[in-house]
């Protein structure tokens, strides 16, 4: 039995950083790592710091989160530039477990949480997490942004509330009511801090806009004493130091954190994936998912023990990472060491930080991760998509995540149903008599891809890939779509990602056969503006005349 379950982990787990010294790890290799760990850290102070206080928790919590998850993450995850911390999709979540279950059960719930990541990995659940519907993603990710933004409202305005409230509606009620004690000073540091936010990148591109507003507007508010809430003022002093402490279990109570804890171990895995999948991108590496989740769950396992709170691979710092030059995990563990640091040596000067301040960091952060391009993209959409995003966005803002979560999965899952039915009912049969069967005689130069049935959720990343591999070794790609009865928003998504990167690589597309229905969504998609309205044709036969005139074209020029 144990060496059976040793087997099963030693297929699963196999984390970058060891397959990196495996291949040799070099001075040139080090010094990329230091630079981009040591520029990370400095970028994720004022973020980790900001997302403890919006969740409700002291400020040193998420610098604990940031250091020993950052950590973890970086040692045993599958990714080679992930950089993992707490992010601001986590703040509702930890925000409403703190009201429900105070800090204990949150430990409880980050700790189950993990064990439950693990276990998806170890269950290669990795590739399952990936294909959420689109929709369903930017639905409550918009809605993350709204409750983010609201929750920041008090400290960004100055107004003098002792609880708010933890409803949305109850919230804003509150803000209102309580708007004569508005504080000037706080509205001037929040308005301040998101402009230098937003335009110190134009001037200065190698520190981060929040570092330089959290030093501008603290060291303002310190000169000219103003009368503004500060870290110091609402939470006392930070602690230069964190320790090992065990929380207190109560088997009787367990079963009352399973909810939060699957919902903390769902959103952590879609968002550490999504991040690794946006990582590969950028670096052109393939992270290996089930590791991530396994090394996800073991930071969510650790972490709570040193007082932190759940954390997941973030999407921006990663992204920050790898464009000053993160090569390898070491960037990630430079990145926990340099925050380690300033804890140990920088804490009473963090406390001195505005709250105000904060707030304008958040609402940046809230609008970065409100994807308003994509929400209205889906609007424009199938009926059915528009259903799931409206309904998972709503349930978010107003009732809670965990909820919407569940709801989002079970109503996709529904509607994708009803569609399958709809189609084997009404779908009639066709016969294309122009279908040229034989590419024998074809130029070399052209492949001939055929998407058979729904570009979905479920199917559209493994199309694409394909797509891409045989795009990109071919001139001419003719994209055959007779047989596609229709296409959602996932499938759009990762077609125009595929279709950017042919066009990029000067590989010409045709699409072939394309009906009415998928027709309409292509072009609600602005799909058309990247391959060109002159390369879709009602036949396969046509198609081929087009890739043949576009090879002649080339020859003679």
């Known amino acids: 039995m144990h060496s059976f379950f040793y087997r099963i982990v030693e297929s699963v787990f196999k984390p970058k950083l060891f397959s990196v010294l495996k291949e040799g790890y070099t001075a040139r290799q080090f010094s990329s790592d230091l630079l981009s760990g040591t520029v990370v ?33 970086s040692f045993f995850g599958g990714s080679r530039v992930q950089i993992g911390g707490p992010t601001g999709a986590f703040i509702v979540i930890v925000y409403s477990i703190l009201a429900q279950h105070g800090l204990n059960g949150l430990i409880i719930s980050t700790i189950m949480a993990g064990i439950l990541l693990v276990v998806f990995g170890l269950l290669k659940l990795g590739a399952l997490l990936k294909y959420f519907p689109h929709p369903l993603i930017v639905g409550f990710t918009s809605g993350i942004a709204v409750v983010i933004f609201s929750t920041q409202i008090r400290d960004a305005l100055g107004l003098e509330i002792g609880q708010v409230p933890a409803g949305f509606m109850a919230k804003w009620s509150s803000y209102v009511e309580n708007l004569s004690t508005l504080n000037f000073y706080a509205v001037g540091i929040t308005a301040i801090t998101i402009l230098l936010v937003v335009f110190s990148k134009r001037i200065i591109r190698k520190v981060p806009g929040s570092l330089i507003a959290i030093v501008a507007c603290t060291l303002f508010v310190q000169i ?3 009368p503004v809430l500060t870290i110091e003022s609402f939470f006392g002093d930070i602690p230069g130091s964190f320790h090992f402490e065990i929380p207190q279990f109560e088997l009787s109570k367990l079963s009352t954190y399973i909810q939060p804890a699957l919902t903390i171990a769902l959103l952590g895995g879609i968002e550490s994936l999504l991040s690794a999948v946006v990582a590969d991108g950028m670096t052109g590496s393939r992270h290996r998912s089930n590791t991530e989740l396994i090394a996800q769950g073991i930071a969510n396992i650790v972490t709570p023990f040193f007082g932190g709170i759940p954390a997941t691979g973030a999407i921006a710092r990663t992204a920050t990472n790898v464009k000053n030059g993160g090569k390898t995990p070491v960037a990630g563990i430079f990145h926990a060491i340099v925050l380690l640091l300033i804890m140990l040596f920088f804490g009473r000067w963090v406390k001195l930080i505005p709250m105000s301040a904060l707030a304008g960091i958040l609402i940046v952060v809230a609008y970065n991760m409100s994807e308003w391009r994509s929400f209205r993209s889906i609007l424009k959409g199938s009926f059915f998509d528009i259903i799931v995003l409206v ?57 001939i891809y055929e998407i058979s049935g729904p570009l979905f959720f479920g199917s559209a990343k493994q199309y694409c890939e394909v797509l891409k591999s045989t795009g990109l070794n071919s001139k001419i790609i003719i994209i055959r779509m007779r047989h596609v009865p229709f296409v959602d928003s996932t499938g759009i998504t990762n077609l125009k990602a595929a279709l950017k990167i042919l066009v990029h690589s000067d590989t010409k597309v045709i699409l072939s056969g394309v009906n009415d229905n998928v027709n309409g969504a292509l072009e609600k998609a602005d799909v058309y503006k990247i391959i060109g309205n002159n390369s879709i044709f009602p036949s396969f036969e046509n198609a081929v005349g087009e890739a043949l005139k576009h090879i002649q074209k080339k020859s003679v020029h």
Not at 403 to 428: E, H, Y
């Open 41 to 73: 850290g400095i970028v994720a102070l004022p973020l980790a710091i900001a997302f403890a206080v919006a969740s409700g928790v002291s400020p040193e919590k998420g610098l604990i989160t940031a250091i020993v998850a950052g950590f973890i993450i």
């Open 224 to 226: 000219f004493n103003l």
């Open 391 to 447: 309904s998972t966005f709503l349930l978010t803002v107003l009732v809670d995540l965990t909820v919407a979560i569940q709801i989002g999965v079970v109503l996709s899952a529904l509607l994708f149903m009803k569609r399958m039915a709809d189609l084997s009912n009404t779908l009639p049969v066709l016969i294309d008599t122009d279908v040229i069967e034989d590419y024998s005689d074809l130029p070399k130069e052209i492949s």
